[in-house]
């Protein structure tokens, strides 16, 4: 039985979370990590409630955190100092703080993993995109989600420009005169990719890279209708980051 903790379970992927381990034979739901001391959901007597990270004192085998930004560095230093495996959804760790982490799940002989995207629709585009790149490098992102989304880009666009600006050949990209004459019209600047992000009510996630060449296009897009197409990878990631003594990056490492 995999012990786990659930951080940021009140929220919307929280939730959903906590549902999946419930209903997994394989999981026990030991405890969960929040800042308010109402929630929607059930829990069992079972599973203990922490709202600090000093109280969290507790036998288990993985962390799963899907909290905010500016908590999620702390949370993830805090599980490996404690041998909980880390299985991150959250967004908004930067490049040095995933190699600190790493470095700390090395010495510690830790698994590990950040996914920016636990849904295989976002995996498979962003891996389709990357192969696109090396032969079609004129490139857009436009990540369209919620509108009580805190953070832009989306960690999935972020991490769609990464995987592309690897292996896409260097070149500049667009008009060199070119002139916003209303600011930030033309999205944020990626390594000279544009990466637009949209806002809106209704929308959940997703992610449009769109390529252009000489007479030619090519439209990559991907659709997440409903949360709960987060939680197959989430599971995995439960099920099997504990095999693991090092702190990945992607779910398709552990695929
Ligand atoms: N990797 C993936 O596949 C996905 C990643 N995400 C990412 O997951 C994160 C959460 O998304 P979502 O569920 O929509 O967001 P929500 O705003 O719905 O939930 C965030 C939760 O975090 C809690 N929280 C806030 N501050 C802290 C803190 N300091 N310590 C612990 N918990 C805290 C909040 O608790 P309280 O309610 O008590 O205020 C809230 O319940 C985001 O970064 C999002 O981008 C989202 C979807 C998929
Ligand atoms: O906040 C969200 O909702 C999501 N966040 C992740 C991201 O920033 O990429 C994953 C998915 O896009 C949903």
């Given at each position: 039985?995999?012990?786990?903790?659930?951080?940021?379970?009140?929220?919307?992927?929280?939730?959903?979370?906590?549902?999946?381990?419930?209903?997994?034979?394989?999981?026990?739901?030991?405890?969960?990590?929040?800042?308010?001391?109402?929630?929607?959901?059930?829990?069992?007597?079972?599973?203990?409630?922490?709202?600090?990270?000093?109280?969290?004192?507790?036998?288990?085998?993985?962390?799963?955190?899907?909290?905010?930004?500016?908590?999620?560095?702390?949370?993830?230093?805090?599980?490996?100092?404690?041998?909980?495996?880390?299985?991150?959804?959250?967004?908004?760790?930067?490049?040095?703080?995933?190699?600190?982490?790493?470095?700390?799940?090395?010495?510690?002989?830790?698994?590990?993993?950040?996914?920016?995207?636990?849904?295989?629709?976002?995996?498979?585009?962003?891996?389709?995109?990357?192969?696109?790149?090396?032969?079609?490098?004129?490139?857009?992102?436009?990540?369209?989600?919620?509108?009580?989304?805190?953070?832009?880009?989306?960690?999935?666009?972020?991490?769609?420009?990464?995987?592309?600006?690897?292996?896409?050949?260097?070149?500049?990209?667009?008009?060199?005169?070119?002139?916003?004459?209303?600011?930030?019209?033309?999205?944020?600047?990626?390594?000279?990719?544009?990466?637009?992000?949209?806002?809106?009510?209704?929308?959940?996630?997703?992610?449009?890279?769109?390529?252009?060449?000489?007479?030619?296009?090519?439209?990559?897009?991907?659709?997440?209708?409903?949360?709960?197409?987060?939680?197959?990878?989430?599971?995995?990631?439960?099920?099997?980051?504990?095999?693991?003594?090092?702190?990945?990056?992607g779910l398709e490492n552990v695929l």
């Open positions: 039985m995999t012990k786990v903790i659930i951080a940021g379970y009140n929220g919307k992927m929280g939730q959903k979370a906590v549902k999946m381990v419930q209903q997994h034979d394989g999981f026990e739901l030991v405890a969960v990590y929040g800042l308010e001391e109402k929630t929607a959901i059930e829990l069992d007597t079972t599973t203990k409630i922490f709202k600090s990270l000093d109280e969290i004192d507790i036998d288990a085998d993985v962390w799963v955190d899907f909290t905010v930004p500016s908590a999620v560095y702390e949370n993830a230093k805090f599980a490996i100092n404690h041998g909980y495996s880390p299985v991150i959804g959250t967004t908004g760790l930067t490049d040095e703080q995933i190699s600190e982490l790493k470095q700390l799940a090395a010495e510690k002989k830790l698994g590990g993993l950040i996914a920016p995207n636990f849904g295989i629709s976002a995996v498979l585009l962003m891996q389709f995109a990357q192969q696109a790149a090396k032969y079609m490098p004129d490139v857009e992102i436009i990540e369209m989600h919620h509108d009580q989304k805190v953070d832009a880009p989306s960690g999935t666009a972020l991490s769609t420009a990464k995987l592309i600006s690897k292996v896409r050949p260097s070149h500049e990209q667009g008009n060199p005169n070119e002139k916003e004459t209303l600011a930030h019209v033309r999205g944020g600047d990626f390594d000279g990719i544009r990466i637009h992000a949209v806002r809106l009510p209704g929308l959940v996630a997703h992610e449009q890279v769109m390529f252009g060449s000489l007479g030619e296009g090519l439209t990559i897009r991907q659709d997440t209708f409903d949360r709960e197409s987060f939680m197959s990878g989430v599971a995995i990631a439960i099920e099997k980051i504990t095999d693991y003594h090092e702190l990945l990056v």
